[in-house]
């Protein structure tokens, strides 16, 4: 009798192990899925590439007063002197109907331009702009003269640049190295001549340099490109 029990206990016992071991067996490994991995690209502020001369010695665009197109304290030394260029520069550029370039209203846009001043001649502004891919020029000339009263505008026209002719701009703008020149020379003013104002903003930077009569150099070379992309006849009498 005891050994009819052990024996069914044993086979009792052996029946539950196999259930046992069946059911883990049957059961399915649940794997906890893994995330997919997220690249990020952080818009990081914009700077100005530092290209050949740019940026040089230029300045951050900021916003002045109405009656002011450049910024203060750059045309001259003392502030009686650069008031006196201020104002005189700058009822010229309001009598042609231009607008300054020193403002932060146009931080995309690359503009230059060129006022020509001479004592006794027409006042002269010739203003070169890119517009996403396309390149502009225009030019305007006042009947009053330079170093006097503006007077009034005579002049006013605009057109598109070629490739070619913007390309040679750049080269121009580049062997001069515009960005590094400072505003001011050693050369100073005199009584009678002309004065070659070139201002110029990219990137939401400005520049601008002032001379006197310039007899040679690279940045002469300059402006006198500018004036032949201006299509104004000029004879030698007028180039001073």
């Known amino acids: 009798m005891r050994r009819t029990l052990l024996r069914l206990a044993t086979a009792l016992l052996t029946f539950c192990l196999g259930v046992v071991v069946t059911v883990i067996s049957s059961v399915k490994r649940i794997e906890t899925p893994v995330p997919p991995t997220v690249e990020v690209t952080l818009q990081l502020?914009?700077?100005?590439?530092?290209?050949?001369?740019?940026?040089?010695q230029s300045v951050e665009t900021s916003a002045i007063d109405q009656e002011s197109f450049f910024p203060p304290k750059v045309l001259a030394q003392d502030q009686p002197g650069n008031q006196f260029r201020n104002h005189?520069?700058?009822?010229?550029?309001?009598?042609?109907?231009?607008?300054?370039?020193?403002?932060?209203e146009g931080e995309w846009i690359e503009s230059y331009r060129f006022l020509w001043l001479r004592s006794f001649h027409h006042p002269v502004g010739v203003r070169i702009w890119k517009c996403g891919?396309?390149?502009?020029?225009?030019?305007?000339?006042?009947?009053?003269?330079?170093?006097y009263e503006p007077g009034i505008l005579k002049l006013d026209r605009k057109r598109e640049l070629t490739p070619d002719e913007w390309s040679?701009?750049?080269?121009?703008?580049?062997?001069?190295?515009?960005?590094?020149?400072?505003?001011?020379?050693?050369?100073?003013?005199?009584?009678?001549?002309?004065?070659?104002?070139?201002?110029?903003?990219?990137?939401?930077?400005y520049h601008v340099v002032d001379r006197w009569t310039p007899q040679n150099g690279s940045y002469r070379e300059l402006c006198l490109y500018v004036l032949k992309l201006s299509g104004l006849k000029l004879d030698s009498s007028e180039l001073y």
């Open 45 to 56: 502020p914009f700077t100005p590439v530092a290209t050949g001369c740019y940026p040089g």
């Open 88 to 104: 005189w520069y700058s009822k010229h550029l309001r009598a042609m109907h231009e607008e300054s370039l020193y403002s932060p």
């Open 133 to 147: 891919s396309v390149r502009f020029i225009s030019v305007k000339e006042l009947d009053g003269a330079g170093g």
């Open 168 to 205: 040679g701009f750049m080269r121009q703008l580049d062997d001069s190295c515009y960005w590094q020149l400072p505003t001011q020379d050693d050369a100073g003013a005199g009584l009678d001549g002309s004065q070659w104002i070139f201002e110029g903003v990219k990137e939401g930077r």
